[in-house]
C-alpha cells in the first residue's frame, strides 16, 4: 500500500498491510538530554519536530508533507518581546498578545504567569478583529496554490490541510478564566467570535473550492482538561458544533474531504458525540491519563479513528511497563482505527535507553521492521 492509501485506510477503520508508523515530538529538554545519551545532532530548527523522524525513519514525513497550511488566525500576529527585566525573571509579550512574567528561558522551562491578555473587553475584540483577522490580509495563503491543487489528484502520500482552531485561539487570548466568564455571562460574544473565525477560514479555503482533493483536515483545539471541558457540552453543541459543521460540509463537498483530525489533551469523553456529529471524527492524541480509548471505541465504534493513546509515563517507568503499556494497547490496534504514539511530547523523564526500546518493541507491534 502507498502511504496515502495506508492512512486512509486506518482512518476508515479498514484493513491495512501494516499501520502507519507515526510518533509525536519531544520536547527541547528531552533532545538535550538524548543528546549527552546517545542522539545524533540534528538541526537546530528541526529538533523538537525532526529529531525522532529523522533518526528513526518514521514515516511521519510523508503523513504531514505535502500539506497545505494557511493562515486563517492571526494576520500580523503580535511580535514577541522582552519588556522588563526583574533579575532571574522577565515580563515579556508573547505572539497572542498577551503580558506574562516567566523564568528567563536560558534557567530552563516555566510556566507563565499571565498579567494581561490581547482581549479583555469589546472594544479589544473589535480592534482586535479588525487589525489582526481580516481574511483580505495579504499572505494568508502560502505560494504555490495551483501546483499544490494539481499534485493533490495523484500524490502518493496523504494530503494535508490545517483548518487551525476555534474557541482553544480564543481561550489563548483572553486567557482561561476571561473566556469561561464571557461564556457564562455573554455566550452570544462568543458566538459572534467563533462565527468570524469560521468566516475567516471559509474565505482562505475558498481558494482551494473544486481545485484538489484533501484527505484530511487537522484542527487543534485543547479545550478539555483533566476532569472534562472547558466549556460546557450545552454552549459546544449550540455554539461550536456549528461552526464546526460550516468547515467540514464545505470541504467535503470542494474538496473531497471526509476524514477531520482533532488534537485536544485532557478528558474528551463530553465533546467526543458532537464531534462526530459534525464531521471531525480522528481523535488525536488521547492523553491515557485523562481519556479511555477503549470506551470511545465501544461505544462510537467505526465512526471514530485515534491517534496517540500511548501512555508517555510508561516509557519512563522502564522496558517492563513498555512492554505491558504496548500489551495493554494491542487488543485495540487489532481492531483497527488506530495509530498508535506518544499522548504527547516525550518528555524529558525518558531516557534515550527507554525511548529506543519503546521504538523497537511499537514497530515489531505494528508489522514493521525496527
Known amino acids: 500500500m502507498t502511504h496515502r492509501e495506508r492512512l486512509l485506510a486506518v482512518y476508515h477503520n479498514q484493513p491495512v498491510d501494516r499501520v502507519p508508523d507515526w510518533e509525536f515530538g519531544l520536547w527541547q529538554q528531552t533532545y538535550d538530554r538524548w543528546r549527552t545519551e546517545g542522539l545524533p545532532e540534528t538541526k ?24 497545505f497550511w494557511p493562515n486563517a488566525g492571526l494576520l500580523p500576529g503580535f511580535e514577541y518581546k522582552v519588556l522588563e527585566e526583574k533579575g532571574d525573571h522577565i515580563i515579556a509579550q508573547d505572539g497572542d498578545g498577551a503580558l506574562a512574567e516567566m523564568i528567563r528561558p536560558e534557567l530552563g522551562a516555566s510556566i507563565p504567569h499571565y498579567l494581561r491578555y490581547a482581549i479583555e473587553t469589546k472594544a479589544d475584540w473589535e480592534q482586535f478583529r479588525d487589525e489582526r483577522l481580516n481574511p483580505d490580509t495579504a499572505g494568508r495563503l502560502p505560494e504555490g496554490v495551483d501546483d499544490f491543487c494539481r499534485y493533490t489528484h495523484t500524490a502518493d502520500t496523504p494530503t494535508g490541510l490545517g483548518a487551525g482552531s476555534t474557541y482553544g485561539w480564543i481561550r489563548n487570548w483572553m486567557g482561561v478564566e476571561n473566556a469561561s466568564l464571557a461564556v457564562a455571562e455573554d455566550p452570544e460574544w462568543v458566538g459572534e467570535m467563533l462565527t468570524h473565525l469560521t468566516d475567516l477560514k471559509l474565505s482562505v479555503f475558498q481558494r482551494l473550492a473544486g481545485k484538489c482533493k484533501i484527505d484530511s483536515v487537522h484542527w487543534w483545539e485543547d479545550i478539555c482538561f483533566n476532569k472534562g471541558p472547558l466549556i460546557s457540552p450545552r454552549f459546544f453543541e449550540k455554539y461550536m458544533v456549528p461552526q464546526y ?33 459534525c464531521g471531525i471524527n480522528v481523535m488525536f492524541p488521547v492523553e491515557a491519563a485523562h481519556t479511555d480509548g477503549y470506551k470511545i471505541k465501544e461505544e462510537f465504534g467505526d465512526r471514530v479513528a485515534m491517534r ?28 483497527g482505527g488506530f495509530v498508535p504514539h506518544t499522548d504527547h511530547l516525550v518528555p524529558p523523564d525518558v531516557s534515550w535507553e527507554n525511548y529506543c526500546y519503546y521504538r523497537q518493541q511499537k514497530c515489531r507491534l505494528i508489522g514493521k521492521e525496527p
Open 44 to 67: 537546530e530548527e528541526d529538533r523538537v519536530w525532526g529529531a525522532i523522524p529523522s533518526y528513526f525513519h518514521t514515516d511521519d514525513y510523508e503523513y504531514v508533507d505535502p500539506g
Open 245 to 277: 459543521r460550516r468547515v467540514t460540509d464545505f470541504l467535503r463537498r470542494e474538496c473531497g474531504c471526509d476524514t477531520n483530525v482533532l488534537d485536544c489533551d485532557g478528558n474528551i469523553h463530553a465533546l467526543v458525540p458532537g464531534w462526530l456529529d
Open 308 to 335: 496517540g493513546y500511548v501512555d508517555k509515563r510508561a516509557l519512563i517507568s522502564g522496558k517492563e511497563a513498555i512492554d505491558a503499556e504496548l500489551a495493554r494497547l494491542k487488543p485495540l490496534l487489532e481492531r
